[in-house]
DNA sequence: GTCAAACATGAATACTGATTCATGTTTCAG
DNA sequence: CTGAAACATGAATCAGTATTCATGTTTGAC
């Protein structure tokens, strides 16, 4: 478990293995794309350092010189979603006064990224299994984010007063319902009438 | 699913196994238990077949009698949780003659039993990488039955128009969101109250 | 009571797959 | 150019564990 930094101090997640020139650096990212792949499709026990390596192109003690542990990959992916998501939707977001067409925007490109990286929405929801400490992580990360902007919105008045807390995990679980409509049940429905039906329910819910 | 009749003839699911004296039925019943403690527990590659007996106090060979194999039980469990939430829900919401009101009733219902069965919960989950068709089943019905819960509520003029099957994920997902609040992230938030907050949404969006 | 079918046992089998290691090959600073 | 550090290799190790099986024990119909 604990690593010994190399001469630094990080006491919770050092950093070590990291590549020194350009091939290692090239290989270290072959590895974790080829990860990303195969877990993302067989994955987390299903899918052996051996499968990864091979669709890396590299034998399979190279994974042994960029990861010290299966699971160590796993956890970099993880949070690699976590960072990719949080930044594609900061940017789709960017610069939209009205917060309500601000969350309506960013479940747009949620989803849209969902799609375009279904294998790392799939290890997302493994997290909860193989490293629990990422699942948590990333889920309180992005309600933190999605509750501030709904209390952002409340106080400005552009939405209705309510609990922001439960409000956004109620948000969130709907984005996710949505992504798993995509990705795992395939749904052939575009994301715009996706969109469009779930922001009228949010915004208006369903009285008549 | 279709259970066929003790002599039949089903090719897909050989029902085998079944205990013929009131000692076996404990048996298997206790093997059925342990593995819904240990698999929920410890997920279901940790989970040994070992763990698993050991817990339900029988020796390693005697789950074999029972169960063909390790992910047959797995399948089980999961078919079990599909059976006992739609059971519960089903008995929650008879005789409440106003649908909006059935569903807040059913979320009430769903939520006191996740947090009754948060092995159960996980197991579900796990699920999608472990039996992709049983949790593909598990949720394609739950949206069935949510979906034609909200057409008929349409029709009855109870609630506004709008995409039922868009509408039956999205509530899905506030549902699971929230169960995933109480049994993952632990929190002390009382049921009552996640219901509440996640009705007034559900009923009038967050618009001002 | 008896005995065949059910049930139970736990040691042995058989295989998978993560991790290590001894041995090359490549890179690049000086 | 050159040699030490980086990088790469893939066969060998090593542990875990699902499943089988030969051998008892219990049950219940008769």
Redesign the pocket.
């Known amino acids: 478990m604990r690593k010994p930094a190399e001469e630094a101090d990080m006491p919770t997640k050092a950093a070590v ?12 990212r072959a590895i974790l794309a080829a990860a990303e792949k195969v877990i993302g499709a067989k994955g ?10 091979s669709e890396a ?16 990959v796993f956890s970099e992916l993880v949070l690699e979603m976590g960072r990719l998501v949080r930044h594609t939707i900061a940017e789709a977001t960017q610069g939209i006064g009205n917060r309500l067409e601000a969350e309506k925007a960013g479940l747009y490109a949620f989803l849209d990224f969902v799609q375009a990286h279904p294998d790392l929405y799939r290890i997302v929801q493994e997290a909860l299994f193989v490293d629990p400490a990422a699942y948590e992580e990333y889920y309180t990360t992005f309600a933190a984010g999605y509750r501030s902007g709904l209390e952002a919105a409340e106080a400005a008045g552009q939405i209705s007063k309510g609990d922001s807390e439960t409000r956004a995990w109620a948000l969130m679980g709907i984005a996710r319902s949505l992504g798993e409509q995509l990705v795992v049940f395939k749904s052939d429905k575009p994301i715009p009438e996706l969109v469009a039906s779930a922001y009228d329910l949010i915004e208006n819910g369903i009285k008549p």
Chains 1, 2 share one sequence.
Not at 44 to 53: C, E, P, Q, R, V
Not at 57 to 72: L, R
């Open positions: 293995n990291q590549p020194k020139t350009a091939r290692g650096e090239a290989t270290r987390y026990n299903d899918a052996s350092i051996g499968h990864i390596t192109g590299v034998a399979q003690g190279t994974f042994y010189i960029y990861f010290t542990t299966k699971e160590q």
